[in-house]
Structures are given as C-alpha cells and as structure tokens.
C-alpha cells in the first residue's frame, strides 16, 4: 500500500523544489494536496492493519491515478495564478473544510486499527466516532477534504475530481454496508453508508 501513495506524495514535495514561489492559493493547494499524501504515506507506516494484500496491477493502476491527479492539480493550479480571483473567495472556508476531513479521517482510520490485535484478520463492526451514524466516516471525511480542496482551488479540474471521487466512494461505501451486512446479523440497520440519516 506503501507504494501508491508515495509518487502523489512526492509529486507534491517536488512542486516546492521545482516551484519554490506562488501565490497563496497556489501555495495552500501544494500543501493540502501533499499533506494528504504524506498522511496516507504514515497511516500506511503506522496506523493501518491490512487484512490482506493487493495484486500488483491495481497497485500500479492506482499509484499512477494518484500521481497523476496530484500533478495535474497543482500544475492546473499554477497555470490559473495571476488570472483574476473569483467573486466569492471560497479558499479559508476550503482550508477548513480540508482540516476538518484529513483530521476525521485520520481519526476514523485509527479508530478502525485499533479493532485488530497484531497478527489477527478477522473483522468486527467498527465502534466509536460517526461509525454509530455510518459504516464509512473515514470516506465522508476524506470527500470533505477533497471539497475543501476544490473550494481552496476554485477551478474546475478539481471539482470534477471531488465529484469522482464522492461518485467512487459512495459505492464503496454502499458495498461495505452490503458487506458488513451479510456478514454480521447484529449490524444495526439504522447505520447508514456514508451519510448520517440518508445515505
């Protein structure tokens, strides 16, 4: 897992040596988008606990996909400085908004390694934080930060990668419910996919 994170990561660290001055639009994107992945880079060193492994094809399929967005992003970022700033300046409510959901995230994704022992594979349905409400908070939070990406943005490009994004994750997390669903008869029925009291 280690390995798909990392080429985003390091897209985002090289936009600094490459880059090394911007505006400050410019600059809170590079860090929000490299802060992401060096997250990711940890959570995968220290945090998580993998049930299993991966092929290598999805691997690769992934690691380039996030390379990619990370680049294009920023870069997308780069080529808009200078043109004239939009009407309503959405950046400060995209940095919070971005806080908010890398720090759900993160809550969430440890919230989820503490439910195995080292060693064990077994799976058990997750307690504490927003799981009472849905199966998937670490997704809701994770698009509340790609949200606050595009607000801190304010371009297209990254818009239409949140909304494939929350596309992607609202069926993921629509299948772990199915999954968790089939697999434990106490899941609580009122425990949503991914968004408390709807969906």
């Given at each position: 897992?280690?390995?798909?994170?990392?080429?985003?990561?390091?897209?985002?660290?090289?936009?600094?040596?490459?880059?090394?001055?911007?505006?400050?639009?410019?600059?809170?994107?590079?860090?929000?988008?490299?802060?992401?992945?060096?997250?990711?880079?940890?959570?995968?060193?220290?945090?998580?606990?993998?049930?299993?492994?991966?092929?290598?094809?999805?691997?690769?399929?992934?690691?380039?996909?996030?390379?990619?967005?990370?680049?294009?992003?920023?870069?997308?970022?780069?080529?808009?400085?200078?043109?004239?700033?939009?009407?309503?300046?959405?950046?400060?409510?995209?940095?919070?908004?971005?806080?908010?959901?890398?720090?759900?995230?993160?809550?969430?994704?440890?919230?989820?390694?503490?439910?195995?022992?080292?060693?064990?594979?077994?799976?058990?349905?997750?307690?504490?934080?927003?799981?009472?409400?849905?199966?998937?908070?670490?997704?809701?939070?994770e698009i509340l930060g790609?949200?606050?990406?595009?607000?801190?943005?304010?371009?297209?490009?990254?818009?239409?990668?949140?909304?494939?994004?929350?596309?992607?994750?609202?069926?993921?997390?629509?299948?772990?419910?199915?999954?968790?669903?089939?697999?434990?008869?106490?899941?609580?029925?009122?425990?949503?996919?991914?968004?408390?009291?709807?969906?």
């Open positions: 897992m280690f390995v798909i994170y990392v080429p985003a990561c390091i897209a985002g660290v090289s936009s600094f040596a490459l880059r090394p001055s911007g505006d400050l639009q410019f600059n809170f994107v590079r860090c929000a988008i490299t802060s992401h992945f060096l997250k990711r880079v940890l959570e995968v060193l220290f945090v998580h606990k993998f049930s299993g492994s991966m092929d290598a094809e999805i691997m690769i399929l992934l690691s380039v996909s996030y390379f990619l967005s990370a680049s294009t992003m920023i870069y997308n970022q780069e080529l808009v400085q200078g043109l004239p700033e939009p009407v309503i300046d959405l950046k400060y409510v995209g940095i919070v908004m971005f806080l908010l959901g890398i720090g759900g995230n993160f809550y969430h994704h440890f919230l989820l390694s503490k439910l195995r022992k080292d060693g064990e594979k077994g799976y058990q349905i997750p307690q504490g934080g927003l799981f009472s409400f849905v199966i998937c908070p670490h997704y809701f939070f790609f949200l606050g990406i595009s607000c801190i943005c304010q371009t297209l490009y990254p818009l239409c990668f949140t909304m494939g994004s929350v596309f992607y994750l609202m069926g993921r997390s629509y299948a772990t419910r199915e999954w968790y669903e089939s697999k434990f008869e106490d899941f609580p029925k009122e425990v949503k996919a991914l968004i408390p009291y709807i969906f």
